[in-house]
């Protein structure tokens, strides 16, 4: 049975307007693209909630800090390869280093986007807000965990980055499915090799253990959707279990997380491993289904990168 296909930016949209009824500090701040990221629909129901600061990516971040400053609490929202990239420095050194507390929203971001090309689709934007200091990172896996996320952000205190795709992707998990920042779930147990993946890559994750599984592979898969602050303890236990490790991510292999927990592996507990993500490329335009094929963003990929592991290791 296919699974519902719903854009995890409707579940960020969801989580503001529940916002805005719970939280009388809220204010949504957008850079000009309301209708692509849904803050639209806080500037229709709640308009008194809502700030367009036009294609201005900087101003919108140093304006989210001084509303912070002030008891607010801002949610700048714009395109992940904006946000990330021009305003940059405002977030290292207005947000981060004061320690405010603002919640930044990347949309569209991946290899995803499709049409709109290179210059919108943000492969780098995970890697550019995990080394900075004080920074939780979370990349949820479909619109429910989206909306979750959104919630859990809000009540975290200090700067949050929060990135999410355009496309409808399938739900994965369910409302009632536990969310809590910094702690990984398990979408299905196996003992030969552990998949850590985010994003759209979870789903992938599951389809390509269903194909392993037929060859007798058990493949063990599990949502990292908090990149930083990492959950070291499930990481090295489902290591631990498989000894062999794979990652997935919609964005550049180096710098993401699977980076994150090669980092921490090869200090604790080195393993054979691999990280899947788009190979120091820029993406370009096409459907988005035909980019990750191309860019290698399947469940085949997962299926072929775990055969060859185990053969590495001996099996």
């Known amino acids: 049975m296919e699974k ?3 854009p995890m930016r409707d579940g960020y949209g969801r989580a503001l307007l529940k916002l805005a009824e719970e939280k009388k500090n809220l204010i949504v701040m957008d850079a000009d693209v309301a209708k692509s990221t849904r803050t639209v629909w806080i500037r229709e129901q709640y308009p008194e909630k809502f700030i367009d600061m036009g294609i201005a990516e900087q101003d919108m971040v140093g304006t989210a800090a001084g509303l912070a400053l ?3 609490l801002p949610f700048a929202t714009t395109y992940g390869v904006f946000l990330a990239g021009r305003a940059w420095d405002q977030i290292r050194t207005t947000i981060c280093y004061n320690h405010l507390n603002v919640k930044l929203a990347g949309a569209h971001a991946g290899i995803s986007v499709g049409a709109d090309g290179a210059t919108h689709q943000s492969l780098e934007d995970v890697a550019l807000m995990r080394v ?6 979370v990349v949820p896996c479909d619109a429910y965990e989206t909306e979750k996320a959104t919630l859990a952000i809000a009540e975290q205190e200090g700067p949050c980055f929060i ?9 994965v998990t369910k409302k009632e499915s536990p969310f809590i920042l910094g702690k990984a779930n398990i979408m299905r147990e196996g003992k030969d090799i552990v998949l850590f993946a985010n994003g759209a890559m979870v789903q992938e994750g599951l389809n390509a253990a269903e194909s392993l599984e037929k060859e007798g592979i058990d493949l063990m898969v599990v949502n990292v959707h908090t990149v930083k602050p990492l959950d070291t303890e499930a990481i090295l236990e489902a290591t631990k279990k498989t000894g062999c490790v794979l990652t997935a991510e919609e964005h550049q292999a180096a710098g993401g997380m699977g980076s994150a927990i090669a980092e ?3 200090q604790n507990y080195p393993v054979p491993m691999k990280i899947i993500g788009v190979e120091d490329s820029f993406g370009e335009s096409g459907k988005p289904e035909e980019l990750m094929e191309k860019y290698g963003l399947t469940s085949e990929q997962i299926y072929k990168e775990a055969r060859n592991l185990l053969k590495k290791r001996g099996e």
């Open 264 to 266: 921490f592996l090869v």
């Open 163 to 171: 990135r999410f795709g355009r496309e409808a992707v399938p739900v």
């Open 4 to 6: 519902e296909k719903i």
């Open 70 to 72: 002030g008891g607010m």
């Open 132 to 137: 900075l200091p004080d920074m939780t990172v």
